[in-house]
């Protein structure tokens, strides 16, 4: 199975900094990646999908970029509602993996 | 509104078996892959069963294979997990979701049930 790490598992961060959340893929994924966040108690929400395409519905504060291993979800200004969990999630195989999780929290 | 509502969960005991289910409505239900995955208390999501748009396809992750059983019925816009053999680390909520294809990969995972709660212990 494709292994996917993010990195940091918590960051703590202030409304209006703009956030970073690294995933690194344990082989090639060329661009199928997905972010998704979670808030306590809730389902997951899409985000991102095939690395850099925004979900509709979906803020343009976030944003998608990488190819093959290394891979970023960036959140240009952070907002109150941002504080929650992301994962990101590879869909190169049918043994769908997800990172360990990014909890953003406020400083 | 798409919405995707589960039923099912509770408690049982080890070796028990369990159902869930998850009623779309809102969209055409047969058009669309349809996944299980599960999240275990204060960990991350695993996904754990596919179902292609008219079941003749079914993948499980080796986690379950063998235990559960993933079905649909397109007339009654219903999925199904069948859980048997069910083990203390089974306990997790679990998620219905809908896959959706983009640039021809397999699918991601663009609308989630609400989830149902599976707690397995003596």
């Known amino acids: 199975d494709i292994q996917m790490t993010q990195s940091p598992s918590t960051l703590s961060a202030s409304v209006g900094d703009r956030v970073t959340i690294t995933c690194r893929a344990s082989?090639?994924?060329?661009?199928?990646l997905a972010w998704y966040q979670q808030k306590p108690g809730k389902a997951p929400n899409l985000l991102i999908y095939q690395a850099s395409n925004l979900e509709n519905g979906v803020s343009s504060r976030f944003s998608g970029s990488g190819y093959g291993t290394e891979f970023t979800l960036t959140i240009s200004s952070l907002q109150p509602d941002d504080f929650a969990t992301y994962y990101c999630?590879?869909?190169?195989?049918?043994?769908?993996?997800f990172g360990q999780g990014t909890k953003v929290e406020i400083k | 509104e798409a919405q995707l509502v589960q039923s099912g969960g509770g408690l049982v005991q080890p070796g028990e078996s369990l159902r869930l289910s998850c009623e779309a409505s809102g969209f055409t239900f047969s058009n669309y892959r349809m996944t299980w995955l599960r999240q275990a208390p204060g960990k991350g999501l695993e996904w754990i069963s596919y179902?292609?748009?008219?079941?003749?396809?079914?993948y499980y992750a080796a986690s379950v294979r063998g235990r559960f059983t993933i079905s649909r019925d397109n007339a009654a816009n219903s999925l199904s997990l069948q859980m048997s053999s069910l083990r203390v680390e089974d306990t997790a909520v679990y998620f219905c979701?809908?896959?959706?294809?983009?640039?021809?990969?397999?699918?991601?995972?663009?609308?989630w049930g609400q989830g149902a709660q599976v707690t397995v212990s003596s």
């Open positions: 999630q590879q869909y190169r195989t049918y043994v769908w993996t």
């Open positions: 082989q090639n994924i060329d661009s199928w």
């Open positions: 979701a809908r896959g959706r294809s983009e640039g021809g990969g397999y699918p991601i995972f663009d609308l």
């Open positions: 179902i292609s748009k008219g079941g003749d396809t079914i």
